[in-house]
């Protein structure tokens, strides 16, 4: 394993502000009275570069957890939406349900590094569930004819 360089403090302020998210990257210059001169010559040396590129690692990482996390939360939503008095959005929400097998494919295909388990491709909706979202298809298809 490389030995990481260490980085002054200025260095780090200027990058846990970065990543702080309150401030837009100018401001954080001018806090810390950092030159662009200077902060493009921080970019250039390896020891800066490789803890702003560890550092976004870690917030997209932080990202799709975030995501994973509530994803289960978003489609049982949206099969409770299939249930809404409002046609539209019940529609839409059959929709939406469909389209999702499509975007894991797609995902994978993507090089997505989650594993998906013999479950996921296992699982069938509740009759009433699938009956609505056969109803929506149908009716939207008879919207098309007309």
């Known amino acids: 394993m490389a030995k990481r360089k260490h980085l002054r403090k200025r260095q780090l302020a200027v990058i846990n502000d970065l990543f702080g998210g309150?401030?837009?990257?100018?401001?954080?210059?001018?806090?810390?009275?950092?030159?662009?001169?200077?902060y493009n010559?921080?970019?250039?040396?390896?020891?800066?570069?490789?803890?702003?590129?560890?550092?976004?690692a870690c917030a997209r990482f932080q990202s799709e957890a975030l995501i994973a996390k509530y994803s289960l939360l978003a489609a049982a939503k949206l099969v409770q939406l299939t249930e809404s008095e409002n046609a539209e959005t019940a529609r839409k929400a059959c929709l939406d349900i469909i389209s999702l097998p499509n975007r894991a494919t797609k995902d994978a295909k993507q090089g997505s590094r989650?594993?998906?388990?013999?479950?996921?491709?296992?699982?069938?909706?509740?009759?009433?569930?699938?009956?609505?979202?056969?109803?929506?298809?149908?009716?939207?298809?008879?919207?098309?004819?007309?």
């Open 22 to 38: 309150e401030l837009e990257e100018q401001a954080v210059l001018e806090k810390h009275k950092v030159s662009r001169h200077v």
């Open 41 to 56: 010559k921080w970019l250039a040396d390896e020891g800066f570069s490789a803890e702003f590129a560890r550092r976004i």
């Open 114 to 146: 989650r594993q998906q388990s013999d479950d996921e491709h296992g699982q069938q909706l509740p009759q009433q569930t699938a009956s609505r979202l056969l109803a929506a298809l149908a009716e939207e298809k008879q919207l098309l004819r007309t």
